[in-house]
């Protein structure tokens, strides 16, 4: 019986980014301390921060001040998001080598968030990939709502694969789907990787799944099937979901982390490590975070019989 899976995948942490954006601000001193926690469990990819306007996001107004406090460690690859071209700047002045652009697949969603039409918002990503790549960095775009949408509902295949192809037309260096609402499911994943990479065989694709529906680690299964490598995850699922209070967002790091170590699927993070920094993420924030791992533990735990 063999079951093919990739041997190794790159995890990126994005808890001290999409996570705490979506958790009350927190000090500078605490994301710092959560990062180098991190920096230390071996994963290979950390969204540290993103450059947004401070009045439109709070959460992340000391940005800069957290990236220059944090113990880079050398083989861990950092990147900041970047809402616009502005953003774009402060990352780059920062010293980040890896920006994120985001752009929403559904016209509505795009246009409830940064109020411009999806093309519009390609527009300035094209800019914004020129920029970077002049000063030597490299830019991933996120198409969020890429598996649906709050407003819209179903947003069509098609749709999606053709946003993600102008953003490659304008030099982006990879692509990551985001699945913003958790409305994914495994035939769904299926469907859309088949259709991206038909499109676009040689981009490299980062997916981001969310567990508001509890498919969270399905899709991520379904995806290892078909050999993607590259995946986000949230420490202790840091983060609800904007638009469902109460709602799980992301996935948790060490849920993953759990069940692709068990399958033979490496990912060079220590599990223990990163449940201490679940831990510290749940004092952080002062609540319960929606990690079921960091509840029960690793399945190999043991109690006295
Ligand atoms: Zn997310």
Known sequence: MSWELPSRISLREVGPRDGLQNEDPVPTEAKVALVDLLSRTGVQRIEA???????AIPQMADAPEV????????SVRYSALVPNLRGAV???????????AVVSASQTHNLKNVNRTTGESLEEIAHLIGLAHSRGATVQVIVSTAWGCPYEGDVAEQRVVSVAS?????GADSVSFGDTTGMATPTRVRSLVFAFRSALPDVP???????TRGTGLANVLAALELGVRDFDASVGGLGGCPYAPGATGNIATEELVHMAEDMGVATGIDLGALLDASAEAERIVGHRLPSQVLRAGPRTRTIPA
Do not use: C, M, Y
Request: charged share 25%; hydrophobic share 40%; no cysteine.
């Open 90 to 100: 402060r990352a780059l002045d920062a010293g980040f080598t890896e920006l994120e």
């Open 166 to 170: 102008r953003a490659v037309a304008s």
């Open 49 to 55: 921060v993103s450059f947004v306007r401070p009045s």
């Open 67 to 74: 990236w220059k406090q944090i113990s880079r460690d050398p």
């Open 205 to 211: 694709l980062n997916l981001h799944f969310h567990n």
